[in-house]
C-alpha cells in the first residue's frame, strides 16, 4: 500500500551551507539535526526509504525558521534557497518526493506572502510551514493575517511546527525550561495554544477555507477534549478582569467544533494510543499519515518503521487504513 509522508525534514546542500553562513556553528537542537545522515545525505536518505514498500515523502525544512537570524533580505534569500532546493530534487526524484513545503520569512509578512504565492504558483509545492509563534510572537497577531488570507486564496494548507526552545522556562522563578521539558511537555502545548489563538480570535470565521494541520496529533487537543469542548462552554466564567461572554455568543460555532476543522498528522512517535486518541477527536478524514523523520534514535528509520506499526496495529478498515497512509493527503495537498 503507498504510503505518502507528509511531514520529513531535510537540508538540502544549498540551504544547509547558507543557513551555515547565516548563523555559523550550530548549536543544540540544531547541532543534533546537523549530525543526522539523513538530514544532508541523500543516499542515506535513499537507503531508509528503501526499507518501506511504497513509501514516499513530502519535504519541508527542518527548524530553524528562515528567519531565525540575519537582517531581512537574508530572511527572503533563505526561504527562496529552502523552496528552490527541495522544488529541485521533487523535479529529479518525483518517484520519492511527490512535493514539498515552503518555508516562509514570518517576520517579514510581505516577505512570507511573496514567497507563498511564488512557491506554489511557481515551484509546485503543496503548502507553506510555520512556526506556533514568531520570535515570541502568536500567530494571530495582526500583522500575520495576509499570509493566512493568501494561502486561502492559493487552496493549499498551512503546516504548524511547535517551536519553543529552553528560552520558555516552566516556572516564573526560573529563567529556561530544564530537563528539556520545553520540548517533551512544551511542543504539544505550544501545538494546542496555537489552534486556540486561532479558534478565538476568529481566524476560521473570516477564513473560511484555511486548511490548517497540526504536527505531533493536535498537541494536547484530544487528550482534552472535555476540557475544550463543555470546558471552553463556559469561557469567561473563570475570569474576573475580562468578560469573555460575549466572544462565546459571537463566534459562529461552538469553540470545540471549530477544533475540529483542524487536520492533524500520526507523528507519535510510535504511540499508537496516542493515535487512537487523535483519531476519535478528528476522525479519520483529517488525518495524514507522518513520521516525523529522521529524527528518532537510529538516524530516521525508527519513526517511519514505529508509525506504520502503529497504524497496522489500528482497528479500522482498509479503506480508512488508505485514507489515513495517502488518500486523504492527496486529496488535501492536491496531488494526483
Request: aromatic share 12%; charged share 25%; proline share 7%.
Amino acid at each position: 500500500m503507498r504510503k505518502l509522508d507528509i511531514f520529513t525534514h531535510i537540508w538540502p546542500k544549498p540551504f544547509h551551507d547558507a543557513l551555515l553562513k547565516t548563523t555559523g556553528q550550530m548549536k543544540d537542537m540544531h547541532r543534533r539535526s546537523e549530525a543526522i545522515p539523513m538530514m544532508t545525505n541523500l543516499d542515506r536518505r535513499f537507503q531508509v526509504m528503501d526499507m518501506f514498500e511504497g513509501y514516499q515523502q513530502i519535504l519541508s525544512l527542518a527548524s530553524p525558521a528562515p528567519d531565525a537570524a540575519g537582517p531581512r533580505d537574508v530572511w527572503r534569500e533563505l526561504a527562496r534557497i529552502g523552496s528552490d532546493s527541495m522544488a529541485e530534487l521533487c523535479r529529479k526524484y518525483p518517484e520519492r518526493f511527490p512535493s514539498f513545503i515552503a518555508s516562509v520569512p514570518m517576520r517579514d509578512p510581505e516577505g512570507a506572502v511573496e514567497e507563498a504565492r511564488r512557491a506554489v504558483k511557481d515551484l509546485g509545492a503543496c503548502g507553506i510551514q510555520v512556526y506556533s509563534n514568531v520570535a515570541g510572537k502568536a500567530l494571530d497577531a495582526p500583522e500575520f493575517r495576509p499570509v493566512f488570507r493568501e494561502m486561502e486564496r492559493l487552496g493549499k494548507p498551512i503546516w504548524i511546527h511547535p517551536a519553543r526552545t529552553a528560552s520558555f522556562p516552566d516556572y516564573q522563578t526560573e529563567s529556561f525550561s530544564l530537563y528539556e521539558i520545553w520540548w517533551t511537555f512544551g511542543w504539544p502545548y505550544e501545538s494546542s495554544v496555537a489552534q486556540a489563538r486561532i479558534v478565538f480570535s476568529k481566524m476560521l470565521d473570516e477564513m473560511p477555507g484555511l486548511k490548517l494541520i497540526i504536527h505531533h496529533a493536535g498537541g494536547m487537543i484530544p487528550f482534552f477534549e472535555g476540557r475544550v469542548g463543555p470546558g471552553w462552554d463556559q469561557l469567561g466564567a473563570r475570569t474576573s478582569g475580562t468578560d469573555y461572554r460575549p466572544l462565546l455568543k459571537e463566534l459562529k460555532k461552538r469553540p470545540l467544533d471549530y477544533f475540529k476543522l483542524f487536520y492533524a498528522d500520526t507523528a507519535t512517535f510510535g504511540s499508537q494510543s496516542a493515535l487512537v486518541c487523535a483519531l476519535a477527536f478528528y476522525g479519520i478524514d483529517h488525518m495524514l499519515f507522518s513520521s516525523d523523520a529522521p529524527f528518532d534514535p537510529e538516524g530516521g528509520s525508527m519513526y517511519i518503521r514505529e508509525t506504520i506499526r502503529a497504524i497496522e496495529a489500528l482497528d479500522i478498515s482498509r479503506q480508512d487504513r488508505e485514507k489515513l497512509y495517502y488518500k486523504n493527503a492527496c486529496a488535501l495537498l492536491g496531488i494526483s
